[in-house]
Protein backbone atom coordinates (compact mmCIF):
# COMPACT_ATOMS: atom_id res chain seq x y z
CA UNK A 1 0.00 0.00 0.00
CA UNK A 2 1.47 3.61 -0.88
CA UNK A 3 1.34 5.92 1.26
CA UNK A 4 -0.53 9.03 0.84
CA UNK A 5 1.78 11.44 2.34
CA UNK A 6 5.07 11.04 1.48
CA UNK A 7 7.82 13.56 2.20
CA UNK A 8 7.82 16.41 -0.80
CA UNK A 9 10.54 18.44 -0.73
CA UNK A 10 9.20 20.53 -4.04
CA UNK A 11 6.38 21.73 -1.92
CA UNK A 12 8.89 23.01 0.77
CA UNK A 13 11.01 24.47 -1.98
CA UNK A 14 7.56 26.24 -3.19
CA UNK A 15 6.39 27.61 -0.30
CA UNK A 16 10.38 29.15 0.30
CA UNK A 17 9.42 30.98 -3.33
CA UNK A 18 6.21 31.91 -2.04
CA UNK A 19 7.75 33.64 0.85
CA UNK A 20 10.42 35.13 -1.09
CA UNK A 21 7.58 36.47 -3.36
CA UNK A 22 5.59 38.16 -0.89
CA UNK A 23 8.54 40.15 0.35
CA UNK A 24 9.84 41.10 -2.61
CA UNK A 25 6.71 42.30 -3.79
CA UNK A 26 6.37 44.84 -0.54
CA UNK A 27 10.25 45.91 -1.16
CA UNK A 28 9.32 46.60 -4.67
CA UNK A 29 5.71 48.31 -4.73
CA UNK A 30 5.42 48.99 -1.12
CA UNK A 31 2.22 48.17 -0.87
CA UNK A 32 0.39 44.73 -2.59
CA UNK A 33 -3.57 46.25 -2.15
CA UNK A 34 -3.08 49.91 -1.60
CA UNK A 35 -4.71 49.37 2.23
CA UNK A 36 -2.13 48.27 5.16
CA UNK A 37 -4.35 46.68 7.11
CA UNK A 38 -5.23 44.03 3.89
CA UNK A 39 -1.84 43.93 3.22
CA UNK A 40 -0.91 42.41 6.48
CA UNK A 41 -3.74 40.26 7.10
CA UNK A 42 -2.22 39.09 3.42
CA UNK A 43 0.83 38.17 4.92
CA UNK A 44 -0.12 37.16 8.25
CA UNK A 45 -2.58 34.30 6.38
CA UNK A 46 0.08 33.66 4.18
CA UNK A 47 2.99 33.15 6.68
CA UNK A 48 1.04 30.88 8.97
CA UNK A 49 -0.07 28.47 5.84
CA UNK A 50 3.86 28.64 5.07
CA UNK A 51 4.34 27.77 8.75
CA UNK A 52 1.24 24.58 8.44
CA UNK A 53 3.19 22.76 6.50
CA UNK A 54 6.74 22.42 8.27
CA UNK A 55 4.88 21.69 11.47
CA UNK A 56 2.16 18.90 9.93
CA UNK A 57 5.78 17.17 8.96
CA UNK A 58 7.17 17.48 12.16
CA UNK A 59 3.76 16.02 13.71
CA UNK A 60 3.59 13.62 11.68
CA UNK A 61 7.68 12.52 11.70
CA UNK A 62 6.74 12.60 15.55
CA UNK A 63 3.70 10.14 15.73
CA UNK A 64 3.36 7.78 12.64
CA UNK A 65 7.11 7.65 11.92
CA UNK A 66 8.71 7.18 15.04
CA UNK A 67 11.36 5.25 13.77
CA UNK A 68 12.80 8.06 11.59
CA UNK A 69 13.75 9.92 14.61
CA UNK A 70 16.11 7.03 15.50
CA UNK A 71 17.89 7.66 11.97
CA UNK A 72 18.68 11.17 12.83
CA UNK A 73 22.02 11.04 11.67
CA UNK A 74 21.02 10.04 8.01
CA UNK A 75 21.45 12.81 5.78
CA UNK A 76 18.89 12.59 4.14
CA UNK A 77 17.03 12.95 7.19
CA UNK A 78 18.74 16.04 8.46
CA UNK A 79 18.25 17.71 4.80
CA UNK A 80 15.07 17.27 4.99
CA UNK A 81 14.84 18.58 8.48
CA UNK A 82 16.86 21.68 7.29
CA UNK A 83 14.59 22.59 4.97
CA UNK A 84 11.56 21.99 7.05
CA UNK A 85 13.04 24.61 9.61
CA UNK A 86 14.17 27.02 6.73
CA UNK A 87 10.19 27.22 5.11
CA UNK A 88 9.29 27.35 8.83
CA UNK A 89 11.32 30.68 9.18
CA UNK A 90 10.42 31.68 6.23
CA UNK A 91 6.75 31.37 7.21
CA UNK A 92 7.96 33.20 10.78
CA UNK A 93 9.45 36.00 8.33
CA UNK A 94 6.10 36.62 6.74
CA UNK A 95 3.97 36.58 9.65
CA UNK A 96 6.24 39.65 11.20
CA UNK A 97 6.12 41.39 7.95
CA UNK A 98 2.35 40.81 7.94
CA UNK A 99 1.89 42.14 11.83
CA UNK A 100 4.36 44.94 10.87
CA UNK A 101 2.27 45.93 7.95
CA UNK A 102 -0.53 45.08 10.02
CA UNK A 103 0.24 47.54 13.24
CA UNK A 104 2.15 49.52 11.50
CA UNK A 105 -0.20 52.85 11.51
CA UNK A 106 -1.57 52.33 14.92
CA UNK A 107 2.13 52.32 16.16
Same mark, same amino acid.
Given at each position: /????? !??? #? &??????????? #?????????? %?? %??????????????? $??????? +????? &? /???? !????????????????????? $?? @??????????? @???? /?? &? #? +?
Amino acid at each position: /MQRRH !ERN #A &KVLYVLILLAV #AYAGLLLQLR %TL %TGIPMLDGSIGVALG $LYICSHP +AANAI &K /MWFF !ERDALRQISEWSLVRWLVLNL $LV @LLAGWLVVFVG @LTRL /MG &K #A +A
